[in-house]
């Protein structure tokens, strides 16, 4: 989230609505629509929209030729659509990512235009503020001053307080296949206004177009669309923390908490229940709510296990038996192996045999870019050795590219050879501009760049 000091009564009406939804757990926000096209909102939402960047809708249209036609005058056109009611949704792009060590699985990506962008991130910073109030202190995903790391830590600390059996769960598309009906029965708890209500539904049951093998579009969703919501929209986290709420809250209502002797801990759709010998009934727990509430779990990657014998991954980091220097037990957290290959292809990449004829300092800038994103997210828990291991492979891969790139020819006549010592100079000269591990400070000691690193989390 940018800051909004350039925008002091945006700043100032989200204080004021989490301030009166705190004050008043049951009391239903109206008259919100006439904020939406405020100019001041939709010059906050399109600075967050331009920040975040990402690739265009299907319209086409990008950032560069929005600001070359003239932003001021975008926005104004955009501004007289929401107040004359003639604002329609345009359809959805979808885009398959692949699943990292999944080989032939994809993540479905939904890419709406940069217009849509622009009106999902005003609804949000009305919305965000009214809904935050309500929120668990166990949910961490996509809300403001938390991060991944402060879900990670939490574990561990429950681990270390005795909260050893474990629900390592995992939802089956979850944004995929939340309901519509309930997730507005959730909205509409607290947003009143019908113009804000309708926009919402318009976005969720936008029509999706998707280019299939062939280069044809496919269309899917639409008005008859039930479930799901587009997972790349800027609305999507905000209601998929609102949708998943009702699970946390119901844990508690039906007293399973103090039943199993169990923590909750979310981000996202990721989340594990941690248990004092009660792991197996808390599952079973858990599935009835979810199912009640339209979720399902991944049957297959959904398992219990008790920590101390078996380890489990959780935002990329493996939680289990550590030693000490002494010798000693004891549980705690580590990178996993899944995202330390991840970090090591993508060095295999970068220095490859077609990246020769790229200038050093390019490919010292990529390698330095990965590397501080990488070490950023995974510097918690135990990685001194592995800290050592990735620096010298690090090391290595640019020295087999520098050797590649001033390689010396071969004897002809005529033609001097680069004497030996010249070269290793050269290369030399390229491992000085790296960037090791080593070299990057600890989440805990520098909180911001425990916060810029949060993204690093793709390589999970």
Same mark, same amino acid.
């Given at each position: 989230?940018?800051?909004?000091?350039?925008?002091?009564?945006?700043?100032?009406?989200?204080?004021?609505?989490?301030?009166?939804?705190?004050?008043?757990?049951?009391?239903?926000?109206?008259?919100?629509?006439?904020?939406?096209?405020?100019?001041?909102?939709?010059?906050? $939402?399109?600075?967050?929209?331009?920040?975040?960047?990402? $690739?265009?809708?299907?319209?086409?249209?990008?950032?560069?030729?929005?600001?070359?036609?003239?932003?001021?005058?975008? &926005? *104004?056109?955009?501004?007289?659509?929401? !107040?004359?009611?003639?604002?329609?949704?345009?359809?959805?792009?979808?885009?398959?990512?692949?699943?990292?060590?999944?080989?032939?699985?994809?993540?479905?990506?939904?890419?709406?235009?940069?217009?849509?962008?622009?009106?999902?991130?005003?609804?949000?910073?009305? &919305?965000?503020?009214?809904?935050?109030?309500?929120?668990?202190?166990?949910?961490?995903?996509?809300?403001?001053?938390?991060?991944?790391?402060?879900?990670?830590?939490?574990? $561990?600390?429950?681990?270390?307080?005795?909260?050893?059996?474990?629900?390592?769960?995992?939802?089956?598309?979850?944004?995929?296949? @939340?309901?519509?009906?309930?997730?507005?029965?959730?909205?509409?708890?607290?947003?009143?206004?019908?113009?804000?209500?309708?926009?919402?539904?318009?976005?969720?049951?936008?029509?999706?177009?998707?280019?299939?093998?062939?280069?044809? @579009?496919?269309?899917?969703?639409?008005?008859?669309?039930?479930?799901?919501?587009?997972?790349?929209?800027? @609305?999507?986290?905000?209601? *998929?923390?609102?949708?998943?709420?009702?699970?946390?809250?119901?844990?508690? !209502?039906?007293?399973?908490?103090?039943?199993?002797?169990?923590?909750?801990?979310?981000?996202?759709?990721?989340?594990?229940?941690?248990?004092?010998?009660?792991?197996?009934?808390?599952?079973?727990?858990?599935?009835?709510?979810?199912?009640?509430?339209?979720?399902?779990?991944?049957?297959?990657?959904?398992?219990?296990?008790?920590?101390?014998?078996?380890?489990?991954?959780?935002?990329?980091?493996?939680?289990?038996?550590?030693?000490?220097?002494?010798?000693?037990?004891?549980?705690?957290?580590?990178?996993?192996?899944?995202?330390?290959?991840?970090?090591?292809?993508?060095?295999?990449?970068?220095?490859?045999?077609?990246?020769?004829? !790229?200038?050093?300092?390019?490919? $010292?800038?990529?390698?330095?870019?990965?590397?501080?994103?990488?070490?950023?997210?995974?510097?918690?828990?135990?990685?001194?050795?592995?800290?050592?291991?990735?620096?010298?492979?690090?090391?290595?891969?640019?020295?087999?590219?520098?050797?590649?790139?001033?390689?010396?020819?071969? !004897?002809?006549?005529?033609?001097?050879?680069?004497?030996?010592?010249?070269?290793?100079?050269?290369?030399?000269?390229?491992?000085?501009?790296?960037?090791?591990?080593?070299?990057?400070?600890?989440?805990?000691?520098?909180?911001?760049? &425990?916060?810029?690193?949060?993204?690093? *989390?793709?390589?999970?």
């Amino acid at each position: 989230m940018i800051s909004l000091k350039r925008w002091p009564k945006v700043s100032e009406l989200r204080e004021k609505l989490n301030r009166k939804a705190k004050a008043e757990k049951t009391y239903r926000f109206y008259l919100l629509y006439d904020k939406v096209f405020r100019k001041d909102f939709l010059e906050a $939402a399109y600075a967050q929209c331009r920040n975040n960047g990402g $690739a265009p809708g299907i319209d086409s249209k990008t950032f560069a030729d929005i600001e070359e036609d003239g932003r001021e005058r975008y &926005l *104004a056109e955009l501004e007289e659509e929401l !107040k004359d009611r003639r604002y329609e949704p345009q359809p959805v792009r979808r885009v398959l990512i692949p699943k990292p060590g999944q080989p032939g699985k994809y993540r479905p990506l939904g890419i709406p235009t940069i217009r849509d962008r622009i009106v999902q991130q005003a609804v949000k910073l009305l &919305l965000e503020p009214i809904f935050e109030a309500d929120f668990t202190d166990n949910a961490y995903g996509y809300r403001a001053g938390m991060s991944a790391h402060d879900a990670i830590e939490d574990v $561990a600390t429950n681990l270390r307080s005795g909260y050893t059996e474990v629900v390592d769960a995992d939802l089956s598309k979850y944004f995929d296949t @939340i309901p519509h009906r309930e997730l507005m029965c959730s909205v509409e708890r607290r947003i009143a206004d019908p113009k804000v209500l309708w926009l919402i539904r318009r976005w969720l049951k936008v029509p999706v177009h998707e280019t299939n093998k062939n280069g044809k @579009i496919v269309i899917t969703g639409g008005k008859h669309t039930k479930q799901g919501t587009p997972q790349g929209g800027v @609305i999507s986290p905000l209601l *998929a923390n609102i949708y998943f709420r009702r699970f946390l809250v119901a844990w508690t !209502k039906f007293g399973y908490d103090r039943k199993f002797t169990s923590r909750i801990v979310n981000y996202a759709d990721d989340f594990v229940i941690l248990t004092r010998r009660r792991a197996q009934p808390a599952l079973q727990a858990a599935k009835k709510i979810l199912e009640s509430i339209g979720l399902t779990l991944n049957t297959t990657k959904t398992r219990t296990c008790e920590v101390w014998k078996e380890s489990f991954t959780f935002l990329g980091y493996t939680f289990g038996v550590q030693y000490s220097w002494g010798g000693r037990r004891y549980l705690g957290k580590t990178p996993a192996e899944k995202g330390v290959e991840k970090y090591r292809e993508t060095l295999r990449k970068l220095t490859a045999s077609d990246q020769t004829s !790229k200038a050093p300092q390019t490919v $010292a800038g990529n390698l330095n870019c990965v590397t501080r994103g990488y070490w950023n997210y995974f510097s918690l828990g135990t990685t001194v050795f592995l800290r050592h291991d990735l620096d010298e492979y690090l090391r290595e891969r640019m020295t087999i590219w520098a050797k590649r790139k001033y390689k010396r020819p071969r !004897k002809r006549k005529g033609l001097k050879r680069s004497p030996a010592k010249v070269v290793w100079q050269r290369v030399e000269a390229v491992r000085a501009m790296l960037v090791y591990g080593r070299d990057i400070p600890r989440a805990h000691h520098s909180r911001e760049a &425990l916060a810029r690193g949060a993204s690093a *989390a793709c390589l999970a």
